[in-house]
C-alpha cells in the first residue's frame, strides 16, 4: 500500500489489487467489500494525522460507524489496480465524517463514492468528546473543499 502525505484539505490514498476473494462469479467486486477498503483508508488517514486508531482504544474511547452508504458508478474487477482516497469531511465535539472516492489506477475514473458517520464512545458505550491530542489530530486534515 502506498501512503500519501496530507495535510488540511487534502486525502490520504491508498492502492491495492482486487483479489479474487472480494468477487462474485462474474468477477465483479462484492459491493460489502468497499465498506471494507473504507476502514483501511481510515486506518491510514489516522496513521498519517500521527497516530494508530489502536492507541485511542487503548485510552478507553473508540469511534465507531453510526451510518454508511456508498454510490456505485462502475464496477471494479478482479486484479484491476484501485486508488481508494480518504476524506474527513467534518469534525465535531462527538462525531466525525468521513468522504471517500475509488478510483482505476492511472485514471480520473470514479468507481464508487462513499461517506461514514461516526461517534466517539468510551468503554460502556457512552457517546463522549473526542479526546485530546486525537481531536487536534484529525483537524489537521479537515477537507474543508467538500460541503
Known sequence: MNRRKATGGDYVEIELRVRYAETDSMGVVYHANYLVWFE?????????????Y?????AGYYIVVAEASCKYRKPARYDEVIQ?????????????????????????????????RHLCLDAAGRVKVIPDPYASYLAEGLDSRIT
Open 40 to 52: 483501511m483508508g481510515r486506518s491510514e488517514y489516522c496513521r498519517k494525522q500521527g497516530f494508530n
Open 54 to 58: 489502536r492507541d485511542l482504544e487503548a
Open 84 to 116: 481508494v482516497r480518504t476524506f474527513l469531511h467534518a469534525l465535531k465535539s462527538r462525531s466525525l465524517c468521513f468522504r471517500y472516492q475509488v478510483l482505476r489506477k492511472g485514471s480520473t475514473e470514479t468507481l464508487v463514492e462513499g461517506e461514514t
